[in-house]
């Protein structure tokens, strides 16, 4: 009997402890498979080999300064949302222009994921100079997608996709 005890508590302990392990090594990728903190990335508002701007630090500087987020935007920008008026709610592609746009915060806390309503996960997919913001709602209709480019090595957002209902 005390096989199968010792058998399910290592079983257990190799969960838990690839579980912790996997969490603290998650990072943001930079396209190539290696994390910011693997590129040396994280500390620095440039990538000290690109000279490219640091998405990370960008996000934060974009979601909470209005006038830096204005001047990052490529304006009129391009949206997709679903048609209110359509019965289906049918995307439907409008622009914005800068007198239009309200500020868009994009920060992220992992408590998002367990508060009593609007649950939702946000990651970052990047592929050579774009990076595009998921936000997916759990069991609640929130999706959208922010479209970043770099332009002359800095970001700038370009579109976006904005179906949540």
């Known amino acids: 009997m005390k096989i199968p005890h010792c058998i399910l508590f290592c079983l257990f302990a190799l969960v838990l402890f690839s579980c912790t392990s996997g969490s603290e090594k998650k990072g943001r990728m930079n396209g190539k498979g290696k994390t910011a903190t693997e590129t ?9 080999f690109s000279g490219k701007e640091n998405f990370d630090q960008f996000i934060r500087r974009f979601s909470t ?13 391009a949206v997709i949302i679903p ?3 359509h019965e289906g709610m049918a995307p439907t592609e409008e622009t914005i222009d800068r007198y239009e746009w309200e500020l868009l ?7 998002y994921l367990t508060r009593p309503y609007d649950q939702y996960y946000q990651g970052v997919r990047y592929k050579n100079d774009t990076a595009v913001v998921e ?7 929130i999706y959208a997608d922010y479209y970043f480019t770099l332009i002359d090595e800095k970001w700038y ?3 976006l996709y904005e179906a949540s209902f």
Do not use: H, M
């Not at 040396?40 to 000290?48: F, I, N, P, R, V």
């Open 157 to 159: 957002l370009v579109t």
């Open 105 to 111: 915060d994009l920060t992220y806390d992992s408590t």
């Open 135 to 141: 936000i997916r709602g759990i069991n609640n209709g």
């Open 40 to 48: 040396g990335q994280a500390g620095s508002e440039l990538d000290t």
């Open 83 to 85: 048609d209110t008026e």
């Open 65 to 77: 300064q209005e006038s830096f987020q204005l001047n990052r935007i490529k304006f009129p920008i």
